[in-house]
């Protein structure tokens, strides 16, 4: 075929397919199916007129057509990834998430066990073997992406459905060309059939390697579309290079899916495109890729239509029986998933329910066409198969395609309409009486005004407004006298209004470059989930869709659990920022809804519901001002650069209004108006750019707003900055346990802590510090803490938090007056950082060097592990038992001890720290100088704090015994280790409990 013929086929190709769509809307036949009905009648009557002897006049284009150089690798490599990426890049994903399950199931297991169905059922009636019947079930087990979307996007079917359908065909090919590549290596002889193990490892392979393929050429292929930001042609020329590298990639490269690959590339392109592209340079791409996408699939229909004379040209009577079997054994798999497993996953509350209705419509739209065809067409085309198994696979292929499209395909839509799917419910038929009634109230005012401003003639006038008083009229009254509406369903309605109108200024504002393309396509999946959970659940739903779309969803978790945990802030920077940004906008579009509920809803469904509505509306409104707030207070001046942000964005919008005026005016000249619409793409190319949002630098920020830090040096509070780490929190997770290590301090940047201590709850704000009285008495917590609202805390350890005290007077003077108001006086010992340790290094070169040991050993940390204390020999249950029992005498002892022991005063301590002991009155105050604790033995430091009490909340320990006389200065006391578990016990007293009722922050 020579160049000039191939071109005058297309050409007449691009033809039949611009008149086929206005031919198959005029039929009301679905366009695929008027494409394959032309693809057939081409192949036909080619076939026909090379056969015939009555004219050779039509021989030349009769040969052309069936001398197309039609392949399987041309649907496979050519037509195939253009219609995958197309669907995919117009996927809500946010929303299909929501039935990702059902979309799974029926795109996974579906395949699988209706090729196993189908094969085990023929193989039973057929004459070829169980491999090959196999193999036939795999090829028609696939739905075809380019017949199901364009027949679901065509009819009246619900939105939900037409996700769950478009979700199925779009994954369920990879898992059919996988099954087709299996069984056609174990029919071919001499090719290596993989066993069930190996089968499965490959499947993490074909998966997860080629999502990984397309998400990585994806994100390559964004980076390169950023680099070229002024030359939108170029960005779309490499969008149209990214399906087929993903797929040759996949497929050719690391043996993975080329179907997931391209799927993969679509749906990143799709999530990350739209913040890195202008909003007009996405919308062009969009636009060109339905383009491309329509020719590829009309392409594909008629060039696949004409192979089935070809396919089946070996027909015969008994092949009608094997493509009953075969369609029956189709159906029946596709019923068992759908009225067995998918319930049951529901039941299992693994699945969310998919309502009878739609399962029906979902069995009834499982269309083949293209992809089975190539897919036979690779069989046929291979010289190593068998004869019958080709004309069979073939036959039963094509057959089972025709099936689903001449049969399923043109009765779909009355299916739907059979199954009501395509009728209005009740509210809705309400409401659109209702806003047909609004708008032409709307119409008549303004009719009105544009007579009167361009003095029209007053009987002309007079006689179109009787007419159309009359249509008002009837509308008012279809709206008045139909069903009667209870006021909670005037409520939903006007809620379903409020939310439409919601919908209406997000792209109002998304056209004028007021919202990113990245949040639109957010905040419109929002809001179009709050318009369906408020049709089935009203104004509770409507509040609880309201609080979700301010909430943080998982991804925002996980980038909270990298930040706090790993420290990774990129992906928390990110999502912050974008969610600061969607919470700014949002309350814009929030605030001009009231116009709204005045104007039209009120007009309507009266003052009450109005009055209503306004106060949900400034519920949800609250509700964002205290989540933006709740942003505001954890990066403090961040908020202020996206609002700069937005009066730039809004005064380079009223610019260029100003400049389209003048154009329109004639005012200027088309030379001018393209200089000043160069400039301001320039200048908007720059504003586009958010701000980023450095965590370290709003750390920096939030330690300069702390009282207690207000006094240090910028350079101070900068490394201050650097030793803290920022922790955030949601509503309801716990800060700190009581009987956990106090092993840091707690600064409160922002939101609301609540603190329980011996049933005793105490609210803490920003500013605030909590967790310093159990470092600093060397004890456990007593306290729990749990956040309030979304918070961010600032966390210091132990060791840092000592030297910061000793470094900072204010923060010194503030702990102890804090501490004061509890009762609790702090020693210097208390306040000073720990020595430091004796390391095991610093032993061994001691040892070699000869160097003395050091003259004081630091005291042992209150929570280091203890060693295990001496028992008696024999097996752990008895040890265990005699231990305790052991115990149990220590205390009887010591109770004895204490009631005939008078109680004794205790010297006046000399100059030094000073410990209160609130418990007992006539308990005398104790105390030892720094270098006496510091050199004491361990049996002497643990004597020593059993007469520290802290405060009466404090859990103190009971002074019960007499302190040890310290070693003289100079000297170490070796520690003294009881050889006896009463010894033991005696050194180390039980401490009181805690009075209640006294507030602490343990």
Known sequence: MTVITFIGILAALFVLIGLAEPLASRLRLPFTVMLAG????????????????????????????????????????????????????????????????????????????????????????????????????????????????????????????????EGESLLNDAAAIALFGLFIAALIPGQTVPGVRQALTQLPVLVFGGALVGWFIARLAVW????????????????????????????????????????????????????????????????????????????????????????????????????????????????????????????????????????????????????????????????????????????????????????????????IAWLGLDRLSPLDTALSNQVIAVALQTVREDVADLAQKNNLNRDI?????????????????????????????????????????????????????????????????????????????????????????????????????????????????????????????????????????????RRIHGRRVAELLHE????????????????????????EELERRFIRRTALRFEEREYDTLRADGLIGPELYTTLKTRLAQQRAGIEIRPKLDLALQKTEMVSRFDLFAKMTPAQQKRLARALRAVYVAPGDVVMRKGDAARKIFFIASGAMEMEIASQKQKLGRGEMFGSLAVLARQRRNAHVTALSHSTLLTLDDTRFLRLLKASPTLRKAVTAAAAQRGVTLTDEMLSPPSPRDTALQRLWRKISGAPKPRTAPAPHPFSPRKALPGPSGTAPEAAQHMETQRMETQHMETQHMETQPKATEPAAPSGATVKAPGKAGAAATSAKPADVATSTKAQAQAQASKLTVSTAETPPKADAEPKAAPAAGRVAKPETPTHPQEHAEARPTPKAPKSGTPNDQ
């Open 38 to 165: 032309i693809g057939v009648l081409l192949g036909a009557g080619a076939a026909f007129f090379l056969a015939t002897t009555l004219t050779d006049a039509l021989n030349p284009v009769a040969a052309a057509i069936t001398n197309i150089p039609i392949r399987a690798n041309t649907f496979l490599y050519v037509f195939l990834p253009t219609l995958l990426f197309q669907v995919a890049l117009g996927l809500n994903v946010r929303r299909m998430l929501d039935d990702w399950v059902p979309i799974l199931v029926m795109a996974v297991l579906a395949v699988i066990i209706a090729t196993f169905s189908i094969g085990y059922a023929l193989s039973m009636v057929a004459e070829v073997s169980l491999v090959a019947c196999l193999l036939i079930g795999a090829i028609v087990s696939t739905t075809d992406p380019s017949a199901v979307v364009s027949i679901f996007r065509n009819i009246a079917a619900p939105q939900r459905l037409t996700r769950i359908v």
């Open 224 to 415: 390169l579309m950023a680099l070229t930001p002024r030359h939108p042609l170029a960005q779309v020329s490499i969008s149209v290079a990214l399906p087929y590298l993903a797929y040759l990639g996949a497929e050719q490269v690391f043996g993975a899916s080329g179907v997931i690959a391209v799927v993969a590339a679509g749906l990143t392109l799709n999530l990350t495109g739209p913040g890195r592209l202008t909003p007009a340079t996405w919308t062009y791409l969009r636009e060109v890729w339905n383009l491309l996408a329509h020719w590829s699939g009309a392409l594909i229909f008629i060039l696949a239509a004409l192979l089935i004379p070809q396919l089946l040209g070996g027909v015969r009577w008994s092949d009608l029986g094997l493509l009953a079997v075969v369609v029956g054994a189709a159906f029946a798999a596709r019923l068992m998933v759908l009225f067995l497993i998918l319930p049951l996953l529901t039941m299992l509350s693994l699945s969310p329910r998919v309502d009878r209705p739609y399962r029906l419509a979902i069995l009834w739209g499982g269309l083949r066409g293209a992809v089975t065809l190539a897919l036979a067409l690779a069989v046929t085309e291979n010289p190593l198969v068998p004869a019958e198994v080709k004309r069979l696979v073939g036959i039963l292929a094509t057959g089972f395609a025709l099936f689903t499209l001449i049969v399923q395909g043109t009765t779909l839509r009355m299916v």
């Open 461 to 601: 006038v007079r006689v179109e407004a009787k007419s159309f008083a009359n249509r008002l009229n009837s509308a008012v009254t279809a709206a008045e006298t139909g069903a009667e509406i209870l006021d909670r369903d005037r409520i939903t309605l006007g809620l379903v209004a409020l939310a439409g109108r919601e919908r209406d200024l997000i792209l109002d504002h998304f056209r004028q470059q007021i919202i990113s393309t990245r949040l639109v396509e957010q905040m419109l999946s929002d809001v179009d989930r709050l318009i369906e959970r408020t049709r089935h659940g009203g104004r509770t739903e409507y509040r609880r869709a309201g609080r979700q779309s301010l909430g943080q969803g998982r991804p925002y978790r996980f980038a909270v659990f990298l930040n706090n945990r790993l420290r990774l802030s990129r992906s928390l920077a990110r999502l912050s920022a974008e969610r600061f940004e969607m919470l700014l906008n949002q309350r814009l579009i929030l605030r001009a809804l009231h116009g709204y509920i005045n104007s039209k809803i």
């Open 616 to 639: 949900l509306l400034d519920r949800r409104t609250e509700e964002t001002e205290n989540a933006l707030e709740g942003l505001r207070l954890q990066y403090p001046g961040y908020a």
